[in-house]
C-alpha cells in the first residue's frame, strides 16, 4: 500500500475535522447558544474520542485499518447530515459526539497505518509527512468553511462537507482492499495492564500529556493573556500564526534532524526548549517577542507529536500498535477535558502566570523523564 493514499486520507478527513468543529460552532452560536453550551460542545466531541479511542485501536489491531475508516467516514457523514436535517442545539450536540466518534477512529486507525506501511529506516519521516497533512487539513478548513458559509450558507456547508466525507468512502471502496490485515485473533496483543507495565510507554504518555496541556494552554490562555496587556486582535492573531506556522516548519524538517541527532536528543531538546518559552512568556509585553516565544514551543511541539507517535508505535507489542496508539489518543483527549477545567479553577483563584508556569514544569520534566534509562 503506497504511503500517498495514506497522506491522502489524512487530509481529507483531518480536512473535515477542522471544518466541522467550525460550522458547528458557528452554528451553535447563531442559533444562540450560550459559552456554556459551546463548551459542552466541545467537550462532547472530546469525550467521545477519548471513550473510544483505545477500544478502536484493539479492533484495528484484529480486524485491519479498513472497515475502522470506513465507520469513521460514515460517521462523520452523518455528524454534518444531522444539523442539516434538523434543528436546535440538541442536534448540534448530536453532531458533536458523532464529530468526536469519528475523529476516534480516523486518529487511532491512521497513525496506526503509517507505522504498518512504513519500513523502520522511513518511520519518523512518514510521521512527520502524516503529521504535516492533518497541519494542512487544518490551516485550510476554517478558511474555507468560513466562505462557505458566507457564501451559501450552514445547509448547504453542512451538505458539502457530507459529500467530503463521502469522498473518503469511495476511495476505501476502491483501494481499501490493499490495506494491511489484521491479526483475527480473540485477543491482540496491547491490553492496558500491559501496555501501562511497561516504564518506557508511561513515560512516553506522561511526556504527551504535558505537551498537549501546554499546547491547549497556550492557545487557550495566550489570548487572554495579550489582551490584557493591550495587544490588538491582529496582534493576537500575528502571535498564534507564529505558532502554527512554527509547527508546520518544524515538521518538514523534523527527518533530516532525527537522521543527524536521533530521536531521543531531538525529543529532549524540543521539550526544554518549549518547557523556556512557555516559562519566560508572561515575563513580557512585546508583540515581536511574544511572536518570537510562539515560534519557539510551535517548534517544540510540533517536533515532539510525530516522534512521541513513532516512539508509541515503535514500543508497542507485536499485533498490538493499534492499541498502544489508542491509548496515547485517550490520555490526550483525557488531558484535553480536565485540562480547561483545572486551568480555569487556577486562574480564578491565582491568577495566568501559574498555567504558563505550570505547563513549563510539566515539559521540564518530561524532558527529564526522557534522559532516564
Keep these: 500500500m503506497p504511503i500517498h493514499f495514506v497522506y491522502f486520507i489524512a487530509f481529507v478527513t483531518q480536512f473535515g475535522s477542522g471544518a466541522s468543529r467550525v460550522v458547528l460552532t458557528l452554528y451553535a452560536l447563531k442559533l444562540g447558544a450560550s459559552p456554556f453550551m459551546i463548551g459542552i460542545l466541545a467537550t462532547t466531541v472530546a469525550v467521545w474520542a477519548m471513550l473510544l479511542s483505545w477500544p478502536i485501536g484493539k479492533w484495528s489491531d484484529r480486524f485491519g485499518p479498513r472497515w475502522p475508516l470506513m465507520c469513521g467516514a460514515i460517521a462523520s457523514t452523518t455528524s454534518m447530515l444531522v444539523p442539516h436535517f434538523a434543528s436546535g442545539q440538541s442536534a448540534v450536540l448530536g453532531a458533536g459526539a458523532l464529530s468526536g466518534i469519528s475523529m476516534a477512529f480516523f486518529m487511532v486507525t491512521l497513525q496506526n497505518l503509517v507505522g504498518q506501511v512504513s519500513a523502520p529506516a522511513e518511520r519518523a519521516r512518514s510521521y512527520s509527512n502524516y503529521t504535516l497533512c492533518t497541519a494542512s487539513g487544518n490551516l485550510i478548513a476554517p478558511m474555507l468553511v468560513g466562505f462557505s458559509i458566507d457564501r451559501w450558507g450552514f ?23 490493499r490495506l494491511p490485515g489484521g491479526t483475527r485473533t480473540d485477543a491482540p496483543a496491547g491490553s492496558v495492564r500491559t501496555l501501562l507495565g511497561e516504564p518506557k510507554v508511561r513515560r512516553l504518555l506522561l511526556i504527551t500529556s504535558a505537551q498537549h496541556c501546554a499546547q491547549d494552554a497556550f492557545q487557550f490562555y495566550l489570548p487572554v493573556y495579550a489582551n490584557g496587556i493591550g495587544l490588538s486582535a491582529s496582534a493576537i492573531g500575528l ?51 511574544l511572536g518570537a516565544f510562539a515560534l519557539m514551543l510551535g517548534l517544540g511541539i510540533g517536533c515532539g507529536t510525530p516522534i512521541t507517535m513513532m516512539l508509541m508505535y515503535n514500543l508497542s507489542p507485536e499485533g498490538g500498535s493499534g492499541a498502544a496508539l489508542g491509548l496515547r489518543l485517550t490520555i490526550i483527549q483525557l488531558t484535553r477535558v480536565s485540562g480547561p477545567l483545572m486551568w480555569g479553577a487556577v486562574s480564578a483563584a491565582f491568577g495566568l502566570l501559574p498555567i504558563f508556569w505550570s505547563n ?11 534522559d532516564r534509562k
Design 239 to 289: 502571535v498564534l500564526a507564529c505558532y502554527f506556522a512554527a509547527m508546520f516548519a518544524s515538521r518538514i524538517i523534523l527527518a533530516r534532524v532525527i537522521k543527524i541527532l536521533g530521536d531521543e536528543q531531538v525529543l529532549t531538546s524540543v521539550l526544554l526548549i518549549a518547557a523556556a518559552s512557555i516559562l519566560l512568556l508572561p515575563f513580557f509585553e512585546s508583540g515581536i517577542i
Design 155 to 177: 445547509a448547504r456547508t453542512f451538505l458539502y462537507l457530507a459529500a467530503l466525507a463521502l469522498v473518503t468512502v469511495a476511495a476505501l471502496c476502491m483501494r481499501g482492499a
Design 360 to 370: 513549563a514544569v510539566l515539559l521540564a520534566s518530561a524532558a527529564a523523564l526522557k
